[in-house]
Protein backbone atom coordinates (compact mmCIF):
# COMPACT_ATOMS: atom_id res chain seq x y z
CA UNK A 1 0.00 0.00 0.00
CA UNK A 2 1.46 3.56 -1.05
CA UNK A 3 2.13 6.22 1.66
CA UNK A 4 -0.98 8.25 1.98
CA UNK A 5 -0.30 12.28 1.34
CA UNK A 6 -1.53 14.45 4.45
CA UNK A 7 -3.44 17.21 3.70
CA UNK A 8 -0.94 20.78 3.76
CA UNK A 9 -1.07 22.38 7.41
CA UNK A 10 -3.41 24.94 7.90
CA UNK A 11 -5.60 23.79 4.75
CA UNK A 12 -9.04 21.60 5.74
CA UNK A 13 -11.36 19.81 3.89
CA UNK A 14 -14.99 20.60 4.40
CA UNK A 15 -16.81 17.05 4.53
CA UNK A 16 -20.40 16.92 3.38
CA UNK A 17 -21.82 16.69 7.00
CA UNK A 18 -19.87 19.74 7.20
CA UNK A 19 -20.77 21.35 4.48
CA UNK A 20 -24.71 21.75 5.06
CA UNK A 21 -23.82 24.74 7.52
CA UNK A 22 -21.80 26.12 4.85
CA UNK A 23 -24.55 26.03 2.15
CA UNK A 24 -26.54 27.80 4.68
CA UNK A 25 -24.45 30.75 5.36
CA UNK A 26 -23.92 30.74 1.73
CA UNK A 27 -27.65 31.03 1.04
CA UNK A 28 -28.51 33.47 3.95
CA UNK A 29 -25.35 35.74 2.08
CA UNK A 30 -26.50 35.67 -1.35
CA UNK A 31 -30.00 36.59 -0.42
CA UNK A 32 -29.60 39.48 1.53
CA UNK A 33 -27.04 40.75 -1.03
CA UNK A 34 -29.83 40.65 -3.88
CA UNK A 35 -31.91 42.20 -1.38
CA UNK A 36 -29.87 45.27 -0.87
CA UNK A 37 -28.58 45.29 -4.67
CA UNK A 38 -25.25 44.09 -4.40
CA UNK A 39 -23.55 42.06 -7.73
CA UNK A 40 -21.33 39.70 -7.46
CA UNK A 41 -18.10 39.92 -8.79
CA UNK A 42 -15.23 37.05 -9.71
CA UNK A 43 -11.37 37.50 -8.56
CA UNK A 44 -8.48 35.78 -9.42
CA UNK A 45 -6.61 33.49 -6.45
CA UNK A 46 -3.44 34.68 -7.82
CA UNK A 47 -2.00 38.49 -8.21
CA UNK A 48 1.61 40.40 -8.41
CA UNK A 49 2.74 40.84 -5.33
CA UNK A 50 3.33 44.66 -5.83
CA UNK A 51 -0.62 44.84 -5.45
CA UNK A 52 -1.02 43.81 -2.03
CA UNK A 53 2.58 45.05 -0.49
CA UNK A 54 1.39 48.89 -2.39
CA UNK A 55 -2.72 48.15 -0.68
CA UNK A 56 -1.88 46.21 2.27
CA UNK A 57 0.87 47.89 3.64
CA UNK A 58 4.96 47.35 4.03
CA UNK A 59 4.44 47.23 7.44
CA UNK A 60 1.34 44.88 8.08
CA UNK A 61 1.68 41.45 9.49
CA UNK A 62 0.65 40.23 6.00
CA UNK A 63 2.66 41.35 4.10
CA UNK A 64 6.05 41.31 6.43
CA UNK A 65 5.56 37.44 7.56
CA UNK A 66 1.96 35.76 6.43
CA UNK A 67 1.93 35.89 2.20
CA UNK A 68 1.95 33.55 -0.16
CA UNK A 69 4.64 34.55 -2.30
CA UNK A 70 6.87 33.33 -5.39
CA UNK A 71 8.48 33.78 -8.62
CA UNK A 72 7.11 32.70 -11.81
CA UNK A 73 9.03 30.86 -14.49
CA UNK A 74 9.63 34.61 -16.05
CA UNK A 75 10.65 35.95 -12.76
CA UNK A 76 7.80 37.56 -11.94
CA UNK A 77 6.65 38.01 -8.25
CA UNK A 78 3.08 36.69 -7.59
CA UNK A 79 1.60 36.20 -4.86
CA UNK A 80 -1.94 33.78 -3.43
CA UNK A 81 -4.67 36.69 -2.59
CA UNK A 82 -4.21 37.23 1.15
CA UNK A 83 -7.51 39.52 1.38
CA UNK A 84 -10.13 40.31 -1.58
CA UNK A 85 -10.13 43.85 -1.33
CA UNK A 86 -7.71 44.73 -3.42
CA UNK A 87 -8.22 42.76 -6.31
CA UNK A 88 -12.19 43.80 -6.46
CA UNK A 89 -10.28 47.16 -6.54
CA UNK A 90 -7.71 46.23 -9.29
CA UNK A 91 -10.33 44.75 -10.82
CA UNK A 92 -12.60 47.68 -11.14
CA UNK A 93 -9.53 49.92 -12.21
CA UNK A 94 -8.33 47.74 -15.06
CA UNK A 95 -12.03 46.62 -16.73
CA UNK A 96 -12.70 50.52 -16.53
CA UNK A 97 -15.77 50.07 -14.03
CA UNK A 98 -15.24 53.08 -11.89
CA UNK A 99 -15.64 55.84 -14.92
CA UNK A 100 -18.57 58.13 -14.03
CA UNK A 101 -19.79 54.93 -11.94
CA UNK A 102 -20.78 53.42 -8.73
CA UNK A 103 -20.98 49.66 -7.74
CA UNK A 104 -22.13 47.67 -5.22
CA UNK A 105 -20.42 44.31 -5.40
CA UNK A 106 -19.68 41.24 -3.37
CA UNK A 107 -17.35 37.94 -4.03
CA UNK A 108 -16.50 35.07 -1.76
CA UNK A 109 -14.07 32.39 -1.59
CA UNK A 110 -10.41 30.92 -0.08
CA UNK A 111 -7.83 33.43 0.87
CA UNK A 112 -4.61 32.44 1.64
CA UNK A 113 -1.98 33.57 4.91
CA UNK A 114 0.76 32.14 6.38
CA UNK A 115 -0.48 32.11 10.22
CA UNK A 116 0.01 29.84 12.97
CA UNK A 117 -3.06 27.83 12.44
CA UNK A 118 -5.20 27.62 15.54
CA UNK A 119 -8.56 26.78 16.02
CA UNK A 120 -10.97 29.49 14.26
CA UNK A 121 -7.47 30.58 11.95
CA UNK A 122 -5.94 28.51 9.02
CA UNK A 123 -3.57 29.11 6.21
CA UNK A 124 -6.50 28.61 3.65
CA UNK A 125 -9.53 30.13 4.94
CA UNK A 126 -12.62 31.42 3.43
CA UNK A 127 -14.03 35.06 3.31
CA UNK A 128 -17.41 37.08 2.34
CA UNK A 129 -16.08 39.91 0.61
CA UNK A 130 -18.31 43.13 -0.05
CA UNK A 131 -17.13 46.63 -1.61
CA UNK A 132 -19.01 49.44 -2.45
CA UNK A 133 -17.20 52.14 -4.50
CA UNK A 134 -18.05 55.52 -5.55
CA UNK A 135 -19.92 56.42 -2.38
CA UNK A 136 -18.96 59.18 -0.43
CA UNK A 137 -21.40 59.48 2.52
CA UNK A 138 -22.00 57.84 5.71
CA UNK A 139 -25.50 56.78 4.87
CA UNK A 140 -23.33 53.55 3.14
CA UNK A 141 -21.37 52.78 5.81
CA UNK A 142 -24.59 52.46 7.98
CA UNK A 143 -26.42 50.25 4.96
CA UNK A 144 -22.84 47.48 5.07
CA UNK A 145 -23.13 47.45 8.70
CA UNK A 146 -27.16 46.96 9.03
CA UNK A 147 -26.49 44.33 6.14
CA UNK A 148 -24.24 42.21 8.27
CA UNK A 149 -26.36 42.50 11.10
CA UNK A 150 -29.09 41.32 9.06
CA UNK A 151 -27.41 38.41 8.25
CA UNK A 152 -26.65 37.28 12.03
CA UNK A 153 -30.42 37.71 12.31
CA UNK A 154 -31.50 35.56 9.32
CA UNK A 155 -28.64 32.78 10.41
CA UNK A 156 -30.37 32.56 14.29
CA UNK A 157 -26.82 33.82 15.56
CA UNK A 158 -26.47 35.35 19.06
CA UNK A 159 -23.71 36.82 21.09
CA UNK A 160 -21.80 38.91 18.54
CA UNK A 161 -21.57 42.40 19.22
CA UNK A 162 -20.46 45.56 17.36
CA UNK A 163 -16.97 47.91 17.60
CA UNK A 164 -16.90 51.48 15.77
CA UNK A 165 -13.91 53.76 15.25
CA UNK A 166 -12.79 56.81 12.94
CA UNK A 167 -9.09 56.46 11.90
CA UNK A 168 -9.66 60.08 10.41
CA UNK A 169 -7.97 61.41 6.91
CA UNK A 170 -4.56 60.26 6.04
CA UNK A 171 -3.76 63.76 7.04
CA UNK A 172 -4.78 63.58 10.48
CA UNK A 173 -3.72 59.69 10.97
CA UNK A 174 -0.33 61.05 9.99
CA UNK A 175 -0.64 63.86 12.56
CA UNK A 176 -1.18 60.79 14.81
CA UNK A 177 1.61 58.81 13.25
CA UNK A 178 3.90 61.32 14.51
CA UNK A 179 2.15 61.38 18.21
CA UNK A 180 2.29 57.92 19.20
CA UNK A 181 6.44 57.80 17.38
CA UNK A 182 7.13 60.14 20.23
CA UNK A 183 5.35 58.28 22.79
CA UNK A 184 6.42 54.58 21.77
CA UNK A 185 10.00 56.41 21.45
CA UNK A 186 9.99 57.42 25.02
CA UNK A 187 9.85 53.43 25.82
CA UNK A 188 11.37 52.11 22.96
CA UNK A 189 13.65 50.33 25.71
CA UNK A 190 10.48 48.05 26.80
CA UNK A 191 9.04 47.38 22.95
CA UNK A 192 9.76 44.20 21.28
CA UNK A 193 12.25 43.48 18.00
CA UNK A 194 8.68 44.01 15.89
CA UNK A 195 7.76 46.94 17.71
CA UNK A 196 10.76 48.79 17.22
CA UNK A 197 11.12 47.81 13.41
CA UNK A 198 7.80 49.32 13.04
CA UNK A 199 8.21 52.53 15.09
CA UNK A 200 10.13 53.57 12.09
CA UNK A 201 8.05 52.49 9.65
CA UNK A 202 4.03 52.85 10.98
CA UNK A 203 3.96 52.96 14.58
CA UNK A 204 0.05 52.30 14.11
CA UNK A 205 0.86 48.45 13.78
CA UNK A 206 2.14 48.82 17.34
CA UNK A 207 -1.35 49.12 18.46
CA UNK A 208 -2.08 45.62 17.09
CA UNK A 209 0.72 43.54 18.93
CA UNK A 210 -0.99 40.64 20.47
CA UNK A 211 2.28 40.77 23.15
CA UNK A 212 0.81 40.76 26.90
CA UNK A 213 3.82 42.38 27.66
CA UNK A 214 2.80 45.51 25.78
CA UNK A 215 -0.51 45.84 26.77
CA UNK A 216 -0.07 47.89 29.29
CA UNK A 217 2.17 50.12 27.30
CA UNK A 218 -0.49 50.37 24.37
CA UNK A 219 -3.27 50.82 26.61
CA UNK A 220 -1.56 54.67 27.90
CA UNK A 221 -1.00 55.70 24.52
CA UNK A 222 -2.77 58.62 23.41
CA UNK A 223 -6.04 58.04 21.17
CA UNK A 224 -6.19 58.61 17.90
CA UNK A 225 -9.88 60.45 18.42
CA UNK A 226 -8.20 63.13 20.09
CA UNK A 227 -6.74 64.09 16.88
CA UNK A 228 -9.76 63.79 14.62
CA UNK A 229 -10.41 66.50 12.29
CA UNK A 230 -13.57 67.86 11.89
CA UNK A 231 -14.44 66.34 8.83
CA UNK A 232 -14.01 63.05 9.36
CA UNK A 233 -16.00 63.64 13.10
CA UNK A 234 -19.11 64.86 11.37
CA UNK A 235 -18.89 61.63 9.24
CA UNK A 236 -18.38 59.31 12.51
CA UNK A 237 -21.21 61.15 14.20
CA UNK A 238 -23.46 60.95 10.71
CA UNK A 239 -22.75 57.09 11.01
CA UNK A 240 -23.70 56.89 14.73
CA UNK A 241 -27.06 58.67 14.49
CA UNK A 242 -28.13 55.68 11.86
CA UNK A 243 -27.71 53.16 13.71
CA UNK A 244 -29.37 54.58 16.59
CA UNK A 245 -32.23 55.14 14.48
CA UNK A 246 -32.20 51.72 13.11
CA UNK A 247 -31.83 50.08 16.84
CA UNK A 248 -28.12 48.50 16.21
CA UNK A 249 -26.48 48.29 19.55
CA UNK A 250 -22.39 49.18 19.29
CA UNK A 251 -19.46 50.29 21.14
CA UNK A 252 -17.47 52.57 20.16
CA UNK A 253 -13.64 51.77 20.42
CA UNK A 254 -10.88 53.99 20.41
CA UNK A 255 -8.04 51.31 20.02
CA UNK A 256 -9.67 49.62 16.94
CA UNK A 257 -7.40 50.47 13.94
CA UNK A 258 -7.61 47.09 11.85
CA UNK A 259 -4.82 45.23 10.70
CA UNK A 260 -4.33 46.82 6.73
CA UNK A 261 -3.21 50.35 5.43
CA UNK A 262 -5.61 51.24 3.39
CA UNK A 263 -7.98 51.73 6.05
CA UNK A 264 -9.34 55.65 6.53
CA UNK A 265 -12.30 57.02 8.59
CA UNK A 266 -15.04 54.28 9.53
CA UNK A 267 -13.44 50.83 10.65
CA UNK A 268 -15.33 48.37 12.61
CA UNK A 269 -15.60 44.58 13.84
CA UNK A 270 -18.15 42.14 14.61
CA UNK A 271 -16.44 40.50 17.64
CA UNK A 272 -18.09 37.48 19.34
CA UNK A 273 -17.10 35.54 22.86
CA UNK A 274 -17.91 32.20 22.17
CA UNK A 275 -14.82 31.23 20.08
CA UNK A 276 -11.85 32.13 22.50
CA UNK A 277 -9.07 34.47 21.26
CA UNK A 278 -10.22 34.46 17.40
CA UNK A 279 -13.05 36.57 18.56
CA UNK A 280 -13.59 39.10 15.33
CA UNK A 281 -16.27 37.48 12.84
CA UNK A 282 -16.44 40.44 10.55
CA UNK A 283 -14.28 43.29 10.04
CA UNK A 284 -14.05 46.26 7.45
CA UNK A 285 -14.29 50.21 7.23
CA UNK A 286 -13.82 52.73 4.61
CA UNK A 287 -10.78 53.06 2.17
CA UNK A 288 -11.07 56.38 0.23
CA UNK A 289 -7.95 56.73 -1.16
CA UNK A 290 -7.45 53.06 -1.74
CA UNK A 291 -8.54 53.71 -5.39
CA UNK A 292 -6.24 56.43 -6.43
CA UNK A 293 -3.48 54.87 -4.62
CA UNK A 294 -3.57 52.06 -7.51
CA UNK A 295 -3.60 53.61 -9.94
CA UNK A 296 -7.65 54.77 -10.27
CA UNK A 297 -9.00 58.26 -10.00
CA UNK A 298 -9.89 59.41 -6.76
CA UNK A 299 -12.91 57.35 -5.77
CA UNK A 300 -14.54 57.02 -2.17
CA UNK A 301 -15.01 53.40 -0.75
CA UNK A 302 -16.57 51.24 2.12
CA UNK A 303 -16.76 47.19 2.53
CA UNK A 304 -16.16 44.40 4.52
CA UNK A 305 -15.55 40.89 5.13
CA UNK A 306 -17.07 38.19 6.83
CA UNK A 307 -14.51 35.08 8.28
CA UNK A 308 -16.86 32.20 6.86
CA UNK A 309 -14.60 29.19 8.62
CA UNK A 310 -15.44 31.15 12.01
CA UNK A 311 -19.24 31.93 11.11
CA UNK A 312 -19.46 28.09 10.70
CA UNK A 313 -17.47 27.58 13.63
CA UNK A 314 -20.29 29.93 15.54
CA UNK A 315 -22.80 28.22 14.31
CA UNK A 316 -22.26 24.93 15.56
CA UNK A 317 -21.00 26.30 18.81
CA UNK A 318 -24.28 28.07 19.45
CA UNK A 319 -26.19 24.78 18.32
CA UNK A 320 -27.40 26.80 14.77
CA UNK A 321 -29.44 24.36 12.87
CA UNK A 322 -28.09 23.32 9.46
CA UNK A 323 -31.06 21.18 7.82
CA UNK A 324 -29.30 18.47 6.11
CA UNK A 325 -31.00 18.01 2.80
CA UNK A 326 -31.88 14.46 1.91
CA UNK A 327 -33.43 13.22 -1.05
CA UNK A 328 -36.96 12.92 -0.69
CA UNK A 329 -37.31 9.69 -3.21
CA UNK A 330 -35.35 7.00 -3.23
CA UNK A 331 -35.65 4.47 -6.50
CA UNK A 332 -35.24 0.83 -5.79
CA UNK A 333 -34.40 -1.71 -8.83
CA UNK A 334 -35.11 -4.98 -8.94
CA UNK A 335 -33.83 -6.74 -12.20
CA UNK A 336 -31.86 -6.42 -15.59
CA UNK A 337 -34.61 -4.54 -16.93
CA UNK A 338 -36.00 -2.50 -14.46
CA UNK A 339 -32.48 -1.24 -13.47
CA UNK A 340 -31.85 -0.16 -17.64
CA UNK A 341 -35.17 1.80 -17.09
CA UNK A 342 -34.55 3.24 -13.66
CA UNK A 343 -32.00 5.90 -13.98
CA UNK A 344 -34.16 7.32 -17.37
CA UNK A 345 -37.24 7.44 -14.98
CA UNK A 346 -35.60 9.40 -12.30
CA UNK A 347 -34.26 11.96 -15.09
CA UNK A 348 -38.44 12.26 -16.66
CA UNK A 349 -39.07 13.16 -13.07
CA UNK A 350 -36.48 15.83 -12.81
CA UNK A 351 -37.65 17.07 -15.49
CA UNK A 352 -41.38 17.56 -14.42
CA UNK A 353 -40.80 18.00 -11.01
CA UNK A 354 -37.36 20.46 -10.73
CA UNK A 355 -37.66 20.90 -7.09
CA UNK A 356 -37.49 17.05 -6.28
CA UNK A 357 -34.63 15.50 -4.65
CA UNK A 358 -34.25 12.09 -6.18
CA UNK A 359 -31.63 9.42 -5.36
CA UNK A 360 -31.32 6.01 -7.91
CA UNK A 361 -29.93 3.05 -6.48
CA UNK A 362 -26.60 2.63 -8.02
CA UNK A 363 -24.58 -1.15 -7.95
CA UNK A 364 -27.79 -3.12 -7.66
CA UNK A 365 -28.09 -6.26 -5.09
CA UNK A 366 -31.21 -7.82 -3.39
CA UNK A 367 -34.22 -5.71 -2.75
CA UNK A 368 -33.20 -5.61 1.06
CA UNK A 369 -30.18 -4.18 0.62
CA UNK A 370 -31.48 -1.64 -1.64
CA UNK A 371 -33.93 -0.44 1.02
CA UNK A 372 -31.36 -0.47 4.07
CA UNK A 373 -29.63 1.99 1.27
CA UNK A 374 -32.94 3.99 0.72
CA UNK A 375 -33.32 3.96 4.35
CA UNK A 376 -30.00 5.21 5.27
CA UNK A 377 -30.57 8.05 2.71
CA UNK A 378 -33.42 10.09 4.54
CA UNK A 379 -35.35 9.37 1.94
CA UNK A 380 -39.34 9.89 2.95
CA UNK A 381 -40.42 7.26 0.32
CA UNK A 382 -39.37 4.63 -1.85
CA UNK A 383 -40.02 4.40 -5.80
CA UNK A 384 -39.74 0.68 -6.11
CA UNK A 385 -39.68 -1.03 -9.94
CA UNK A 386 -39.71 -4.50 -10.61
CA UNK A 387 -40.82 -7.01 -13.31
CA UNK A 388 -44.42 -7.12 -11.97
CA UNK A 389 -44.78 -3.16 -12.09
CA UNK A 390 -42.83 -3.23 -15.71
CA UNK A 391 -45.15 -5.06 -16.65
CA UNK A 392 -48.18 -3.36 -15.62
CA UNK A 393 -46.59 0.48 -16.65
CA UNK A 394 -46.64 1.15 -12.77
CA UNK A 395 -44.52 2.16 -10.10
CA UNK A 396 -44.88 1.24 -5.96
CA UNK A 397 -44.16 4.03 -3.64
CA UNK A 398 -44.02 2.70 -0.42
CA UNK A 399 -43.48 5.04 2.33
CA UNK A 400 -39.91 4.80 4.62
CA UNK A 401 -41.04 7.59 7.24
CA UNK A 402 -44.32 6.28 8.49
CA UNK A 403 -46.54 2.93 8.16
CA UNK A 404 -48.75 4.21 5.61
CA UNK A 405 -49.56 1.60 2.72
CA UNK A 406 -47.41 0.83 -0.21
CA UNK A 407 -49.75 2.18 -3.21
CA UNK A 408 -49.24 1.28 -7.23
CA UNK A 409 -49.04 4.56 -9.52
CA UNK A 410 -49.35 4.33 -13.38
CA UNK A 411 -45.83 6.19 -15.17
CA UNK A 412 -48.37 8.85 -16.51
CA UNK A 413 -49.41 9.68 -13.06
CA UNK A 414 -46.49 9.31 -11.22
CA UNK A 415 -44.98 13.26 -10.80
CA UNK A 416 -48.78 14.26 -9.70
CA UNK A 417 -48.68 11.35 -7.34
CA UNK A 418 -45.21 12.08 -6.12
CA UNK A 419 -46.01 16.02 -5.60
CA UNK A 420 -48.98 15.42 -4.27
CA UNK A 421 -47.01 12.75 -1.42
CA UNK A 422 -44.47 15.38 -0.80
CA UNK A 423 -46.29 18.25 -0.46
CA UNK A 424 -44.49 20.10 -3.08
CA UNK A 425 -45.67 22.48 -6.35
CA UNK A 426 -47.89 20.01 -8.94
CA UNK A 427 -46.34 19.35 -12.03
CA UNK A 428 -48.27 22.00 -14.22
CA UNK A 429 -46.94 24.86 -11.16
CA UNK A 430 -43.45 23.81 -11.36
CA UNK A 431 -43.90 24.11 -15.39
CA UNK A 432 -45.22 27.24 -15.00
CA UNK A 433 -42.05 28.34 -12.44
CA UNK A 434 -40.07 26.80 -15.39
CA UNK A 435 -41.50 29.05 -17.79
CA UNK A 436 -41.28 32.18 -16.19
CA UNK A 437 -37.49 31.58 -14.75
CA UNK A 438 -35.96 30.52 -18.14
CA UNK A 439 -35.73 33.29 -20.79
Keep these: MSEIIEPLRGMNDVLPDEARWWHRLERVVREVFAAYGYR ?55 NGLLHNQRHRLFTLGPMFRGERPQKGRYRQFHQVDVEALGY ?105 ARLDAAG ?14 YYSRTVFEWVTDALGSQNALCSGGRYDGLVEQ ?46 ARGLGLAEQLRDALPWLRIETDLGGGSFKAQFRRADRSGALIAVVLGEDELARDVAAIKPLRHDGEQLDCPFADLPACLARLLGGPSVDAAAAARQDRDP
Design 40 to 94: EIRVPLLERTALFKRAIGEYTDIVEKEMFSFDDRDGASLTLRPEATASIVRAAIT
Design 294 to 339: LGGEPTPAIGWALGMDRVVLLMQELGTPAPAEPPQAYVVLAGAAAA
Design 248 to 261: VAYTVNPRLVRGLD
Design 136 to 240: GGPDVDAELILMSARIWRLLGIGRVSLELNSLGTPEARAGYREVLRGYFAAHESTLDADSRRRLGGNPLRILDSKNPDLAGLIAAAPLLTDSLDPASREHFDGLR
